[in-house]
C-alpha cells in the first residue's frame, strides 16, 4: 500500500513538471508577439474564451516577459474555476486515473458515481480544510446495467485535493455537483 504523503509529494512534483514543460511548450511555440491577456471579469464562467486566448500566444524572446505572462495565465486559470465553481465537475475513464490538484470552492458537494463494476472513489486533501470522501461499490461481475451510488463531500477553506478513482472494467463516471 503506498504512503499517502509520499504519493501526494510525488504528485506535486508531476504538477510542477507539468507547468514547466507546458510553460516551455508555449514558450517554445511560433514566433511572434503575445496577444495581450487580461484577467477574466469576476463571475464570468468562460474556459473557452480562456483557451482560445492561449492558443493565440506567441513567445516574447524575453524571458521575464514570457513569465509574466504564464504568471497572468495561472490567475486566469484560477479566475475562471473558482467563476465556473458553481457547475458540477463530471470526471470519465475506463481504468484507474487520478485528477488533480483541484481547488474545491467552500461548500457541499453530491457526488454520484456510475459504473457497471466495482468503483471506489476517494479525495486527497493536498491542502487547506478538506473534508473526507471513501465511495465505494464492489460488485464480483459485470453489470448488465450501470448502477449509480451517490455521497456527499464537504470542503472546507482553501481545499485543494486529488481525486481518486479506481475502477474495475467498464467505463465509470463521476461527478461532484454543489449543492445550493
Not at 472513489?121 to 460488485?139: K, R
Not at 451510488?149 to 455537483?177: I, N, S
Request: net charge neutral; charged share 15%.
Amino acid at each position: 500500500m503506498r504512503n499517502n504523503k509520499q504519493w501526494i509529494r510525488r504528485q506535486g512534483q508531476r504538477a510542477i513538471f507539468a507547468l514547466i514543460v507546458i510553460g516551455a511548450v508555449i514558450g517554445a511555440w511560433a514566433a511572434g508577439n503575445s496577444p495581450a491577456i487580461h484577467a477574466q471579469p469576476v463571475g464570468e464562467c468562460a474556459p473557452a474564451a480562456l483557451i482560445e486566448k492561449l492558443a493565440q500566444l506567441r513567445p516574447t524572446g524575453d524571458n521575464a516577459k514570457d513569465i509574466g505572462v504564464l504568471t497572468v495565465i495561472e490567475s486566469q486559470i484560477a479566475a475562471v474555476r473558482v467563476a465556473c465553481a458553481g457547475q458540477a465537475l463530471t470526471f470519465t475513464g475506463e481504468a484507474d486515473k487520478a485528477f488533480g490538484p483541484l481547488d474545491f470552492p467552500k461548500g457541499t458537494y453530491r457526488v454520484s458515481a456510475t459504473s457497471t463494476a466495482a468503483l471506489a472513489v476517494s479525495v486527497i486533501t493536498v491542502s487547506g480544510d478538506c473534508g473526507y470522501l471513501a465511495l465505494l461499490s464492489t460488485t464480483f461481475e459485470i453489470l448488465p446495467e450501470p448502477r449509480t451510488l451517490e455521497d456527499v463531500f464537504q470542503a472546507g477553506e482553501a481545499c485543494r485535493a486529488m481525486v481518486k478513482v479506481t475502477g474495475v472494467g467498464p467505463a465509470w463516471e463521476v461527478t461532484f455537483t454543489p449543492v445550493k
